[in-house]
């Protein structure tokens, strides 16, 4: 496939020769063709004059699909445009373009094409087109009515950026992925300047604000036909990264500087809410996207009744490990029930009806599946040492639990003791026993 002026040229590649197969014409009114983008059966193919123009492959010969969309018709100080994507079945095109100025605009644009509307999403404010309104899903980027922090916390994450390269799912039209970069410093002003008075405020570039942010991030998002743009979720990418690839559920690809990197140039990563999925079906892939959908604005009876289809315990068991990390209690007590993990649900229930910190409920969940690491983190990151010494002697991890109790946890350092020497006893170590008893205060009566 090349892009040859006003012509578009299909090629059928014969071993390392190509022969023209068709020729697509492009007309005065809509320019120079500037880049191609094919998923499915459909081609896209971005002009200079800011138009998008689609094909359908899937017969002999390509036929046009849907009129042409002129972009300098709905968006403001249009330059040009630096990409095109269209998704699995031409629903949608995403676009990104750059002003009258050449600055690239930080909204990702999507041609809704059965109502022939454009959408978008603003990475300078973490917002979509939509009103801020009751009707705004609670886990969109833009709202700050989520279930709890985790909706701030993406907004805080994503604002501050512009996109430089998205991609569609290759089966799933309503799934997409962008990488997006922190603003330089020399072009905040202008994105400043189109937020236009009343918007919230940048977060400080890295260096100024409380906590570094990443320079890029590939932020996942659906486009559904009534909520708009929702983010699904977001990740930081290593210095040594180039530029997004490719999407296909449940992996996203990277391409690595060739300069930094002696192994494999491409980089996969895993979807949050997919992992386990590499080795399933259509189906059972459906279901998992169609749960996270739910998830994300928010319908939990939906997102619950779109997965009881799911037989897998390995699928069920991937998603309560994910749910230690979204710290979502209420999916995990559905996936270890699935999982026939009965008292794992019973310590999830209980921690949910506990009124506990997020972070403290999710070091339960991650107990109970044997992620002890997770486990760790959690109960470190939220200052909870009494439960972190708790976590240390059940594990056998006692140098650990020493270490914890006397420097964090001393109200339970005489407990501690005694519960060492009570576990020395009972191997036999009996030397060792004697003093833990003597510190613990016990050793009048407990001593052996």
């Known amino acids: 496939m090349q892009v040859s002026q006003k012509q578009v040229k299909i090629k059928e590649l014969l ?92 909204k990702l644009y999507i041609w809704d094409v059965e109502n022939d509307v454009i959408l978008y999403f603003n990475f300078s404010s973490g917002k979509n087109d939509q009103d801020d309104s009751c009707s705004v899903p609670p886990n969109s980027a833009r709202s700050d009515r989520g279930h709890d922090s985790k909706a701030a916390l993406l907004k805080a994450d994503i604002s501050g950026r512009v996109a430089v390269t998205h991609a569609w799912d290759k089966e799933e039209p309503r799934l997409m992925v962008v990488e997006a970069r922190l603003v330089p410093g020399t072009e905040r002003a202008d994105i400043r300047h ?55 559920v449940p992996h996203y690809y990277l391409l690595k500087n060739p300069n930094e990197s002696l192994e494999d140039l491409v980089e996969r990563k895993m979807l949050r809410d997919f992992a386990g999925l590499e080795m399933t079906d259509r189906k059972t892939k459906d279901a998992i996207v169609n749960f996270s959908i739910y998830l994300s604005i928010g319908n939990m009876d939906e997102a619950f009744k779109s997965i009881k289809s799911i037989k897998s315990e390995h699928v069920w068991e991937n998603m309560a490990r994910m749910c230690v990390v979204t710290k979502r209690l209420d999916v995990a007590a559905i996936c270890l029930g699935n999982m026939g993990h009965a008292a794992g649900a019973r310590a999830v229930r209980k921690a949910i009806k506990s009124k506990e910190e997020p972070n403290v409920q999710a070091a339960i969940l991650a107990v109970h599946l044997n992620m002890l690491e997770e486990a760790e983190k959690l109960l470190m990151g939220c200052g909870r040492y009494d439960m972190l010494n708790r976590l240390y002697q059940d594990s056998g991890q006692w140098n650990k639990a020493l270490d914890v109790c006397e420097s964090k946890d001393r109200i339970h350092l005489r407990n501690t003791y005694y519960n060492y020497a009570k576990h020395l006893e009972a191997m036999g170590d009996l030397r060792t026993a004697v003093p833990m008893y003597e510190r613990s205060g016990t050793h009048k009566f407990e001593v052996p």
């Open 194 to 248: 189109q937020l236009g008075p009343g918007s919230p405020s940048l977060p400080p570039p890295p260096g100024q604000g409380q906590q570094t942010q990443a320079n890029t991030i590939v932020v996942s998002l659906f486009v559904l036909e009534d909520q708009g743009v929702i983010v699904h979720d977001s990740s930081p990418v290593q210095d040594d990264i180039v530029k997004l690839l490719a999407l296909n």
């Open 15 to 106: 071993l390392f020769q190509g022969t023209i197969k068709q020729s697509l014409t492009l007309s005065d009114n809509e320019g120079f063709g500037l880049s191609l983008d094919i998923n499915s059966s459909f081609l896209v193919c971005a002009t200079l004059n800011g138009c998008l123009k689609m094909w359908d492959l899937s017969r002999r010969e390509a036929k046009s699909h849907a009129h042409p969309k002129y972009l300098s018709e709905h968006i403001t100080n249009f330059g040009e445009v630096i990409s095109a994507r269209v998704n699995s079945n031409a629903t949608k095109v995403g676009v990104l373009v750059a002003h009258s100025n050449l600055i690239p605009d930080p």
